[in-house]
């Protein structure tokens, strides 16, 4: 079935370092990628998301690749803030777009 | 655009009990989703509405488990009998139309089984 892994965390760096927050999936079809982020008591909002191979996601300095034949949609950011430290999820749309599969969630701590 | 709303935020009650949650979708977004998350870990489906017609459920939704969309506006997700295993984030998103692939969450609702 279905499924996404990313890196565990948490991942803690300091301001202004290389961001990298690795995910890849398995899936039926060909599905739509997206990360998403959760800060501190809020809920999932949508970071940035790629619907075919190749295409490249991006927002806030955020960028993900969508990679067909590594079967991956690692997240990257050149340099941190305090204020991105949240919890970052890979998801993937089923090939109906009637759920998305998630996985577990990295942590990001960025210290000043 | 009011954004995806719940209601409560957050819910204690006592093993045994029934609890209801609301999810108020974004307004001209026909589709709609329930999910679950425990601590640490991602969001997982149980069900979702295409206008008031609930076309998929998950394993993960037990018969003590069950949800509404009765005009096809917002949603109601009941438990009855809550158990301690119960207790996590329940998040609720909507999407669009049919074939539209971003889903937007609200802030979810906290239970806390006792």
């Known amino acids: 079935g279905d499924s996404v892994t990313q890196m565990e965390g948490p991942v803690t760096l300091s301001e202004e370092a290389f961001l990298t927050i690795n995910c890849t999936y398995t899936a039926t079809g060909y599905p739509s990628l997206f990360w998403y982020v959760q800060y501190p008591g809020e809920g999932l909002q949508l970071l940035l998301k790629?619907?075919?191979?190749?295409d490249k996601g991006s927002n806030k300095g955020f960028e993900a690749t969508y990679r067909k034949e590594t079967t991956s949609f690692h997240l990257e950011k050149g340099s941190v803030q305090v204020s991105d430290s949240a919890v970052y999820f890979c998801?993937?749309?089923?090939?109906?777009?009637?759920?998305?599969?998630f996985g577990s969630g990295t942590k990001l701590n960025v210290k000043p | 655009d009011t954004g995806v709303s719940q209601d409560p935020r957050h819910k204690i009650t006592k093993r045994g009990q029934n609890v209801t949650f609301r999810c108020d979708p974004i307004s001209e977004h026909n589709r709609l989703y329930w999910y679950r998350q425990t601590l640490g870990q991602g969001p997982e489906f149980l069900t979702y509405?295409?206008?008031?017609?609930?076309?998929?459920k998950s394993r993960l939704l037990s018969d003590r488990f069950s949800a509404e969309r009765p005009k096809g506006s917002f949603s109601t997700l009941e438990i009855q009998r809550t158990e301690q295993g119960d207790s996590a984030m329940y998040l609720c998103a909507s999407s669009l139309r049919q074939g539209s692939d971003t889903q937007y969450f609200g802030p979810g609702t906290r239970l806390t089984v006792l």
């Open positions: 998801a993937l749309s089923s090939y109906n777009f009637n759920k998305f599969y």
């Open positions: 509405f295409q206008n008031e017609a609930q076309l998929e």
């Open positions: 790629a619907t075919k191979a190749d």
